[in-house]
């Protein structure tokens, strides 16, 4: 298995809903990442897990909330949106985190994403 | 021919021709770059990747330069055809960061 699976691949949402996107990878990979991407815009860091502990948030605020239940799941909790949150949130994951080292264990698997529309 | 303004930046060429996407990157500290391609409704696919230390690695129809004395990367997809038809973005990691950061990106349109 060499993918990553995101679901929902479409939410709509209005600001009050809370309502969660998951991600799942089979592929041993230990750090497990969550991006933003706006419309013609390149991804953007939001969260970083590294063996199931958050690594990095990129000041992201509190109504996005991840969650790594294990090393194969990775969850986005969505509360009180704004409408300028629509975007296509994407997960990926990483044999490891990188450290800057030039290796392929850096390189990112990408799922097909998750498009949000807050309404 | 190429635009480059508000927005995504965009090469149009004929199938059958050789294309080339450029790349700026920031730091001259980095020491691996990735080229990713975006399909229409699809994550980022992992195409090529280079080290720092080397200056040019080819694959499967697809090379990658790398010129780190104007911190300058590109692409270079031979006989394109209607299937690369993407987005390009180019991505360095940075040493000492946990992270890879992405290039604005290149949007290719291949016409039959």
């Known amino acids: 298995d060499t993918e990553v699976t995101q679901t929902p691949k479409h939410l709509v949402m209005g600001m009050t809903n809370k309502k969660s996107l998951k991600c799942e990878q089979h592929?041993?990979?230990?750090?497990m990442y969550w991006y933003k991407q706006k419309a013609k815009k390149p991804p953007e860091l939001m969260f970083v897990?590294?063996?199931?502990?958050?690594?990095i948030n990129e000041s992201v605020p509190s109504r996005f909330s991840p969650e790594c239940p294990n090393s194969s799941l990775l969850n986005l909790h969505l509360h009180a949106l704004q409408p300028e949150d629509s975007a296509l949130y994407l997960c990926?994951?990483?044999?490891?985190?990188?450290?800057?080292?030039?290796?392929?264990?850096?390189?990112?698997?990408f799922g097909a994403g998750s498009r949000l529309t807050v309404l | 021919g190429e635009s480059v303004g508000l927005h995504l930046p965009t090469l149009s060429v004929q199938e059958g021709d050789n294309s080339i996407i450029n790349c700026a990157y920031s730091?001259?500290?980095?020491?691996?770059f990735i080229w990713y391609k975006q399909e229409s409704g699809k994550g980022p696919q992992f195409i090529i990747d280079?080290?720092?230390?080397?200056d040019k690695r080819q694959g499967q129809r697809v090379t990658v330069l790398l010129n780190k004395t104007v911190k300058h990367l590109s692409l270079q997809i031979a006989a394109t055809q209607p299937g690369d038809s993407a987005v390009y973005f180019c991505?360095?990691?940075?040493?000492?960061?946990?992270?890879?950061?992405f290039g604005t990106g290149t949007r290719l349109l291949v016409s039959p």
């Open positions: 592929m041993g990979h230990r750090a």
């Open positions: 897990y590294s063996y199931e502990k958050l690594s």
């Open positions: 990926a994951s990483s044999l490891r985190l990188g450290t800057g080292g030039a290796t392929r264990a850096n390189v990112l698997t």
């Open positions: 991505a360095e990691n940075l040493p000492g960061f946990q992270k890879l950061v």
């Open positions: 730091n001259s500290a980095s020491d691996y």
């Open positions: 280079i080290r720092s230390n080397m």
